[in-house]
């Protein structure tokens, strides 16, 4: 089972082995500790916020670009 | 208790799907648009593989241009992130192949699994209720982003394709060129190395 836990919480198990471990969870704390942990740290991965792109790194990709463009179509 | 539901955003989809038919158009805006959309993760992911900031910037510039050409023989909306982060992936490991030589490290899962002295007391904080202190949430990110520099670069590339940039099993099997039970295993694996380390860091 702890082998799975991680497609568990992605729901890509088989309802059969699903509804297994959660018989197994809900008569096991220390199961549902760790597995409420495995989804917390999941969660806050998911939560570090996005990088931004800076503007002038934008305005020099799209010139690089049309540079590009231009001498392709020269 | 049911299982969670990660999944592959279907806005995302729709969003690639007018990116695309707008480079299949030709539309002038369509390669700003997309260096808006992408430069920003494209950034963030080769800062998480690279470890260097000036390696991403350098990673972004290389692969922006070459990955959006290739983008207007991409068909299926779903196949776009797929196809643009196997060409950053392969430009980051090319990249870090140049620099040192890295051992490749398997984690197995005997050493992933929560020993008897864990601490049972300490708790992994809910993302959702994080202190308002916008310090401490820093303090909690910072950790998280320890916990990810930490893993083996085939592990975290895997983490970082599902869990930050949010590709499915499938995308991110089709980007890293690996079958779909290998993207299992390692994700699991680098969850479980994460959780550990920050189990570890709040102790």
Same mark, same amino acid.
């Given at each position: 089972?702890f082998? !799975? ?8 198990? *088989?309802p $059969? @082995?699903c509804t ?15 597995l409420?942990?495995l989804? !917390?740290t999941v969660?806050?991965t998911?939560?570090l916020? *996005?990088q $931004? @792109? ?7 990709l ?5 540079k590009?463009?231009q001498s392709?179509e020269? | 208790m049911?299982?969670g539901?990660y999944g ?5 989809v729709e ?9 299949r158009r030709?539309?002038p805006a ?22 260097d900031?000036e390696?991403a910037?350098d990673?972004?510039q290389?692969?922006l241009?070459?990955?959006y050409?290739s ?5 299926d909306p ?9 060409v950053?992936?392969?430009?980051c490991?090319?990249r ?5 030589y ?7 899962l ?12 300490i708790?992994?904080?809910?993302a959702r209720?994080?202190?308002?202190d ?34 499915s ?5 089709e980007?890293?060129?690996?079958n ?13 190395m994460?959780?550990?380390v920050l189990v570890?860091t709040l102790a």
């Amino acid at each position: 089972m702890f082998s !799975r836990l991680s497609e568990y919480l992605d729901g890509e198990l *088989d309802p $059969e @082995i699903c509804t297994g471990i959660d018989d197994h969870m809900a008569d096991c704390p220390p199961c549902q500790a760790f597995l409420q942990s495995l989804r !917390r740290t999941v969660d806050l991965t998911r939560d570090l916020p *996005d990088q $931004e @792109i800076p503007d002038d790194m934008v305005r020099e990709l799209v010139e690089a670009y049309r540079k590009t463009r231009q001498s392709g179509e020269s | 208790m049911g299982p969670g539901c990660y999944g592959s955003p279907m806005e995302t989809v729709e969003a690639d799907a007018h990116l695309l038919d707008a480079i299949r158009r030709d539309d002038p805006a369509a390669f700003e648009s997309f260096v808006r959309r992408y430069g920003g993760r494209i950034l963030g992911f080769g800062m998480r593989v690279c470890g260097d900031q000036e390696a991403a910037k350098d990673v972004a510039q290389e692969t922006l241009i070459q990955a959006y050409r290739s983008l207007k023989d991409v068909q299926d909306p779903q196949a776009l992130r797929s196809w643009l982060y196997r060409v950053v992936s392969n430009a980051c490991l090319m990249r870090r192949r140049k620099k040192k030589y890295e051992p490749r490290r398997e984690l197995s899962l005997e050493e992933l699994m929560p020993s008897g002295s864990e601490e049972a007391s300490i708790e992994i904080p809910d993302a959702r209720a994080l202190p308002d202190d916008e310090a401490a949430r820093e303090e909690m990110r910072e950790a998280v982003h320890a916990g990810i520099r930490e893993l083996p670069v085939d592990y975290r590339m895997v983490l970082l394709l599902r869990d930050i940039e949010q590709l499915s099993t499938r995308q991110t099997a089709e980007a890293l060129d690996l079958n779909e039970s290998t993207v299992k295993m390692r994700l699991h694996r680098a969850r479980l190395m994460l959780r550990k380390v920050l189990v570890e860091t709040l102790a």
